[in-house]
């Protein structure tokens, strides 16, 4: 059961390049990565951050989960403690599947409320005109 969840989520396949024509890198600064999915295509957003990545736009580090790839460090800001770098999408039910419940926090992103993501980055797949933001949240500081 083990080996379908991770060739589920994307750890089967290797990493896709996802052509520049079917995403728009929007915002890219150390806390905050939104990217709007502009065609249908095959794969993942772990691709598109694979394609920025290699393009040299964005830097990201990560691990594996129970439910897919998780951003630990973006843009060289690490997430520690009880920081972590939150998903929040516009998909939500999609083919039988919901990816995001906003009863888990939103982020609200040029007049659309964003829904936190109900998988990694590994599990979220390209819809065109879905919009996901990768937001780095620290933790509270306890005194």
Same mark, same amino acid.
């Given at each position: 059961?083990?080996?379908?969840?991770?060739?589920?989520?994307? #750890?089967?396949?290797?990493? $896709?390049?996802?052509?520049?024509?079917?995403?728009?890198?929007?915002?890219?600064?150390?806390?905050?990565?939104?990217? $709007?999915?502009? #065609?249908?295509?095959?794969? &993942?957003?772990?691709?598109? +951050?694979?394609?920025? $990545? $290699?393009?040299?736009?964005?830097?990201?580090?990560? &691990?594996?989960?129970?439910?897919?790839?998780?951003?630990? @460090?973006?843009?060289?800001?690490?997430? !520690?403690?009880? @920081?972590? %770098?939150?998903?929040?999408?516009?998909?939500?039910?999609?083919?039988?599947?919901?990816? !995001?419940?906003?009863? %888990?926090?939103?982020?609200?992103?040029?007049?659309?409320? +964003? #829904? !936190?993501?109900?998988?990694?980055?590994?599990?979220?797949?390209?819809?065109?005109?879905?919009?996901?933001?990768?937001?780095?949240?620290?933790?509270?500081?306890?005194?």
């Amino acid at each position: 059961t083990a080996l379908v969840c991770a060739c589920l989520f994307g #750890a089967c396949n290797p990493q $896709r390049v996802i052509p520049d024509s079917s995403f728009d890198l929007e915002v890219n600064t150390d806390t905050c990565v939104v990217i $709007r999915i502009t #065609a249908d295509e095959e794969g &993942s957003l772990y691709d598109v +951050l694979y394609t920025l $990545r $290699r393009e040299g736009e964005i830097v990201f580090e990560g &691990s594996e989960g129970e439910y897919g790839f998780y951003i630990t @460090s973006g843009n060289h800001t690490v997430a !520690s403690g009880n @920081s972590y %770098w939150g998903i929040y999408t516009t998909l939500g039910t999609y083919e039988e599947t919901s990816y !995001s419940d906003s009863s %888990w926090g939103t982020y609200d992103y040029n007049g659309n409320e +964003l #829904a !936190s993501a109900s998988y990694g980055v590994s599990g979220l797949p390209l819809v065109q005109g879905t919009i996901y933001a990768l937001i780095f949240t620290p933790g509270a500081v306890v005194e």
